[in-house]
Nanobody, 120 residues
């Protein structure tokens, strides 16, 4: 069974940093691109970052470019999101998912996510 377990969220002041981790299981991790999404209550989930198979290519939504870094460890089946210079608008629940052909694998379910709150 495919699963994603996100961790590392918390309360941080503006300008601070957090590192999120996602432990994936139930599939051949190294064969898939991986992504981080975030969601604010009442809004649609937003794609934040994608890392390609092998990790050589990363893409980011414009709002986080230069501040967030996505990385993967195929030996541990994990994908991380390093978030620096956090802003109030980064407050959200963050999720990871695998991707194929440019979109999430729809048969998979969302994990529980990890809450990031940026507040002074």
């Amino acid at each position: 069974q495919v699963s994603f377990v996100e961790s590392g969220g918390g309360l941080v002041q503006p300008g601070g940093s957090l590192r999120l981790s996602c432990a994936a299981s139930g599939f051949s991790f190294s064969s898939y691109a991986m992504s981080w999404y975030r969601q604010v209550p009442g809004k649609e989930r937003e794609l934040v970052a994608v890392v390609s198979v092998g990790g050589r290519t990363t893409t980011y939504t414009s709002a986080v470019k230069g501040r967030f870094t996505i990385s993967r460890d195929d030996a541990k089946n994990m994908v991380d999101l390093q978030m620096n210079n956090l802003k109030y608008e980064d407050t959200a629940v963050y999720y990871c998912r695998r991707r194929r052909s440019g979109e999430i694998v729809r048969a998979d379910s969302w994990g529980q996510g990890t809450q990031v709150t940026v507040s002074s």
